[in-house]
């Protein structure tokens, strides 16, 4: 939650307004829910209008003089049919929308209510299926007023980075709410003496924007310096959690940690702690090196950045990473914008200026050469391929634990051959019946399992041959479907 003089100072700068209008209403006590939740579409449809980042709804204030009265409306405790208020609204909202409700004491005991509600994104916010808007000071049905419902249908939907998280603060309030210190450090940047030159270089990297004397942190800054991302409401849900599991199920949990602070901060702790938690293969230690850790340190921290970087913010749900005895899953809100076949060769990202920055920051690779490096390194433990599952508005890669050839079923023997081709191709080379015998230890006078392997593959459809019309199959070579 906002703290308190925040808050304050939102009120003094909204009842300074002139007037109430198409983004802000002022009530002096409650009515009904469903009055609220017409107004709080009719003050997000209003807001996107006027290219404002939020509409408000506030109880306490008289309308006409502005006149801060006071509120008895306590909308935590308030229910409709027997449901809590905020729950009965936010389920009748289409599309969802991620209002919130602040209450605080102003002065003498004067209880303020204020709905904080983003502006309209691309399309209208309906409410029991009817969209509204303020005219004035009275809220009309958006269909009565066609050429308002255009324009919204019309704007550009801002993306999620330049969004605001936390509106109208101080310089102070963004030294103290952000750790300036640590982008200056990852940029190899020398930190400014005066605070007003650390304010001035987040305003030019887009991190913060004026606003009235006071600044804007957007969701971009937040999410990558924030102190602690609780104190930013919209990003509570986006902060990265870690689970041992007891068991190869979810039924048990060993233990949790998660991190609370901006990615730029907790990046490198959480690569450590899940680390530290993964367990030991001796049998693959012998075979490869004397660091018997299960799996390669380089293709955790690149599948966690990736998480990090590709998720739909626009989709409710925190970045994870659970440990099982036989597994890591990886896994973030949102399904990717590019098939998961496709992940090795081609890149495309829904939040652009967050890789960017995280790339520019040395977090991740650059475009385009991140899943290669994983599949190298998996290859190189000799552990089995990784899997990509989209489910459920949810993206998860798997790393297996190590697992003798004969182990793997006839599935996961098909994506390891296309997972080799295709890290082959990428690195301008060719997949063979060699390179997959040396991928998987195989002696050469068992090369007819490789074969099967690659007969496997091509009847899957995931490979092909390189030159179709060569008869010497000796040297044939293989190239992925794709290619």
Same mark, same amino acid.
């Given at each position: 939650?906002?703290?308190?003089?925040?808050?304050?100072?939102?009120?003094?700068?909204?009842?300074?307004?002139?007037?109430?209008?198409?983004?802000?209403?002022?009530?002096?006590?409650?009515?009904?829910?469903?009055?609220?939740?017409?107004? %709080?579409?009719?003050?997000?449809?209003?807001?996107? #209008?006027?290219? $404002? =980042? &939020?509409?408000?709804?506030?109880?306490? +204030?008289?309308?006409?003089t502005h006149h801060i009265l006071g509120t008895t409306f306590?909308?935590?405790?308030?229910?409709?049919?027997?449901?809590?208020?905020?729950?009965?609204?936010a389920t009748r909202f289409n599309p969802k929308i991620d209002?919130?409700?602040?209450?605080?004491?102003?002065?003498?005991?004067?209880?303020?209510?204020?709905?904080?509600?983003?502006?309209?994104?691309?399309?209208?916010?309906?409410?029991?299926?009817?969209?509204?808007?303020?005219?004035?000071?009275?809220?009309?049905?958006?269909?009565?007023?066609?050429?308002?419902?255009?324009?919204?249908?019309?704007?550009?939907?801002?993306?999620?980075?330049?969004?605001?998280?936390?509106?109208?603060?101080?310089?102070?309030?963004?030294?103290? %709410?952000?750790?300036?210190?640590?982008?200056?450090? #990852?940029?190899? $940047? =020398? &930190?400014?003496?005066?605070?007003?030159? +650390?304010?001035?270089?987040?305003?030019?990297?887009?991190?913060?924007?004026?606003?009235?004397?006071?600044?804007?942190?957007?969701?971009?800054?937040?999410?990558?310096?924030?102190?602690?991302?609780?104190?930013?409401?919209?990003?509570?849900?986006?902060?990265?959690?870690?689970?041992?599991?007891?068991?190869?199920?979810?039924?048990?949990?060993?233990?949790?940690?998660?991190e609370v602070k901006g990615y730029a901060l907790a990046f490198?702790?959480?690569?450590?702690?899940?680390?530290?938690?993964?367990?030991?293969?001796?049998?693959?230690?012998?075979?490869?090196?004397?660091?018997?850790?299960?799996?390669?340190?380089?293709?955790?921290?690149?599948?966690?950045?990736?998480?990090?970087?590709?998720?739909?913010?626009?989709?409710?749900?925190?970045?994870?990473?659970?440990?099982?005895?036989?597994?890591?899953?990886?896994?973030?809100?949102?399904?990717?914008?590019?098939?998961?076949?496709?992940?090795?060769?081609?890149?495309?990202?829904?939040?652009?200026?967050?890789?960017?920055?995280?790339?520019?920051?040395?977090?991740?690779?650059?475009?385009?050469?991140?899943?290669?490096?994983?599949?190298?390194?998996?290859?190189?433990?000799?552990?089995?391929?990784?899997?990509?599952?989209?489910?459920?508005?949810?993206?998860?890669?798997?790393?297996?634990?190590?697992?003798?050839?004969?182990?793997?079923?006839?599935?996961?023997?098909?994506?390891?051959?296309?997972?080799?081709?295709?890290?082959?191709?990428?690195?301008?080379?060719?997949?063979?019946?060699?390179?997959?015998?040396?991928?998987?230890?195989?002696?050469?006078?068992?090369?007819?399992?490789?074969?099967?392997?690659?007969?496997?593959?091509?009847?899957?459809?995931?490979?092909?041959?390189?030159?179709?019309?060569?008869?010497?199959?000796?040297?044939?070579?293989?190239?992925?479907?794709?290619?």
């Amino acid at each position: 939650m906002i703290a308190d003089v925040h808050l304050k100072e939102l009120l003094n700068d909204l009842v300074k307004q002139a007037s109430e209008s198409e983004w802000l209403e002022f009530k002096h006590n409650y009515h009904s829910p469903e009055e609220i939740g017409e107004r %709080l579409s009719a003050l997000s449809n209003g807001a996107c #209008l006027h290219n $404002q =980042p &939020y509409g408000y709804l506030v109880f306490g +204030v008289e309308d006409k003089t502005h006149h801060i009265l006071g509120t008895t409306f306590k909308p935590k405790i308030q229910k409709k049919n027997g449901e809590d208020l905020e729950h009965w609204l936010a389920t009748r909202f289409n599309p969802k929308i991620d209002f919130r409700v602040e209450t605080f004491d102003y002065t003498d005991g004067k209880s303020i209510v204020i709905y904080v509600v983003p502006a309209a994104e691309a399309r209208p916010i309906e409410f029991l299926h009817q969209a509204y808007i303020r005219i004035g000071s009275i809220t009309r049905k958006l269909g009565d007023f066609p050429e308002k419902a255009a324009k919204i249908w019309r704007k550009e939907t801002k993306s999620f980075e330049k969004q605001i998280a936390l509106a109208s603060v101080t310089p102070q309030d963004v030294i103290q %709410l952000l750790s300036t210190q640590t982008y200056f450090d #990852l940029l190899k $940047q =020398p &930190y400014p003496t005066q605070q007003a030159n +650390v304010v001035a270089k987040f305003v030019q990297a887009g991190l913060i924007v004026p606003n009235k004397g006071n600044y804007d942190i957007t969701k971009l800054a937040a999410l990558l310096f924030a102190k602690n991302l609780n104190s930013f409401e919209s990003l509570e849900r986006k902060v990265i959690r870690a689970i041992v599991y007891k068991s190869k199920s979810k039924v048990a949990t060993e233990r949790e940690h998660i991190e609370v602070k901006g990615y730029a901060l907790a990046f490198a702790n959480i690569v450590e702690w899940v680390n530290s938690q993964l367990p030991a293969n001796e049998e693959i230690g012998k075979v490869l090196r004397d660091d018997t850790r299960m799996y390669p340190e380089i293709a955790i921290r690149e599948l966690i950045a990736n998480a990090l970087i590709h998720q739909d913010f626009g989709v409710k749900g925190f970045p994870m990473i659970e440990i099982f005895p036989d597994r890591i899953e990886i896994s973030n809100a949102g399904t990717p914008l590019i098939t998961p076949e496709r992940f090795i060769d081609a890149y495309l990202s829904r939040n652009e200026k967050l890789a960017d920055l995280m790339r520019r920051m040395g977090f991740c690779e650059e475009k385009g050469s991140g899943l290669d490096k994983v599949i190298f390194y998996n290859e190189w433990y000799q552990l089995p391929a990784i899997n990509v599952l989209v489910n459920e508005n949810r993206t998860t890669v798997t790393m297996y634990s190590y697992k003798i050839l004969n182990d793997l079923d006839k599935k996961e023997k098909i994506r390891a051959c296309y997972q080799h081709a295709c890290l082959k191709y990428v690195s301008n080379e060719k997949m063979n019946n060699q390179s997959l015998r040396e991928r998987f230890k195989i002696d050469e006078q068992n090369a007819a399992t490789a074969s099967r392997m690659i007969g496997d593959a091509l009847e899957a459809g995931v490979i092909k041959k390189d030159n179709p019309d060569s008869k010497a199959q000796k040297y044939v070579s293989y190239i992925p479907f794709w290619a």
